[in-house]
């Protein structure tokens, strides 16, 4: 299995891309492209003081200071592995073998192993170097690597099965927290996969309605001004969806996977639920956009299910794709307008590795500042795009949901017409303050074995390891007024 988002120098690099006209040629290892935002044709925006006003009134609404994300799930590892790029690569790619190990013995052999390449280990990680010297030892030290994976997984996974995670999507939605449920797995290799995965997400839709039949009336996750938003929420990955998903022959991984994600459309529309396509890594950019517009514009899905998809604001030419979304949603009425979720991108290291490789230049910004400024410039051009979209603002990033409400509102728009989405075990603290202000939050619930959620838990490390995430800024102390500056 591959898996998309991966340390390349882990996972190597199985697909073949061909280079796009945008994909200028430069030298390898360009440190960094000129910032080449173009802004999309979007009038409104909100004065700086008043997306200050509103980081701040959410931020006041943040849980205990003590609570936070990254304490919580660092376990020491995290911190270790932020502040040295050799612990980095052994923590990934021990966490990468883990699902593989077949005994503590093996588990404690590959940690010792990995933890070799370390130049300059610090004194806790001496002591399981020693560990692993005698039997015993390793039974020990396996055990505890193995519980603190576990534990570092469980953080994010809300449970290996829908069915197990159903108290925590009752009790989020008690709490006025809204869901999308993901199903771990993606990149299938073979085609019985796909469909296993096909199966299992039409086993969750019916599942989901029977978690969120009983449960009571929460208005704001409900409704808002284009009409009836669906309780049941489904997030899927065209990757997962057939074997045939590659860069050089898009037509075949979309043919394929078409069949699948039409069924599941199909399903959701008579369940009347709604059916996120995620977006993957940029070879698939092109095919899964492409997918998921044609089979809307289908007559049979003209008035359902709900759906939508992702716009990556970290891909140097998502405003153009932006515009395309746009007019497509313009020119294709539904009974449901067709729900965008804004995201910078979950595979930044990862393009950036590709690209190098090639000697292209990456499809994504290469200063994070440049991202932030994107995702702000498409948000208002998303939300003067509605009622053709609805939008979601995907992200952990307070002023970059701060911009967006204040943004909403100089707009003249309500509150409840626009979405903010975290994921599990990283918003936690963010979904609560967004609720208590009575604003509509949805929460990203993976569902999975750990084996399957590997690929999901290595992005999330990697955000959390990386010096220039929000998170990371935010542990580290930054003031408020820093953390809300423009960026
Ligand atoms: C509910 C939900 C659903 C999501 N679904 C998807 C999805 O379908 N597909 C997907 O790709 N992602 C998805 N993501 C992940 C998302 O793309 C981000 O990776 C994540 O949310 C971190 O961004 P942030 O705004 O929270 O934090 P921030 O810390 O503000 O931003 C971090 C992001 O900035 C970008 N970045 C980091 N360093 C640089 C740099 N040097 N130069 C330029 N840009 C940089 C990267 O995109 C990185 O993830 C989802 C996130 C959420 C909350």
Known sequence: MRFPGHPPSLAGNSRQRTPRPQQLCVSAGTASAPSDIVEPVATSSASEADILAVGRDLA????????NPLKAIDDKAMDLASQDAEMRAALFRFVDVVPACRSLDDLARHLSGFLEEVGDRPPSLQVAMRMSESKAGRQA???AAAAGVKHMAHRFIVGETPREATGVLEDLWRKGVATSVDLLGEATVTTAEADRYAVRCAEALDGLVDVYRSLPERPALEADSAGRIPRENLSVKVSALTPLLRADAPELGK???AVRLRDLLRRARELDAHLHIDMESFDSREAVTDLVL???????FREGPSAGLVLQAYLRDSPELCERIVTWAQATPRGYPLLVRLVKGAYWDHEIVEARQHGWQSPVFEVKADSDRNFEALTRRLLEARPA???????HNLRSIAHALAANRAMGGDDGDVEVQVLRGLGDDLQAALAKRGLR???YCPVGDLVAGMAYLVR??????????????????????DLLAAP
């Not at 044609?294 to 049979?300: A, F, N, P, R, V």
């Not at 979209?389 to 992200?395: E, F, K, L, M, T």
Request: aromatic content about 2%; charged content about 30%.
């Open 60 to 67: 006041a609404a943040l849980p205990g200071a003590s609570r």
């Open 141 to 143: 030290l396996g055990a």
């Open 255 to 257: 043919r394929d996977a």
């Open 294 to 300: 044609e089979l809307l514009s289908e007559d049979e």
């Open 389 to 395: 979209v609805r939008v979601a603002i995907a992200s």
């Open 441 to 443: 939050v949805r929460t």
């Open 460 to 481: 999330r490390l990697l955000e959390n390891t990386s010096n220039e995430s929000f998170l990371h800024e935010q542990a580290a102390g930054r003031s408020l007024d």
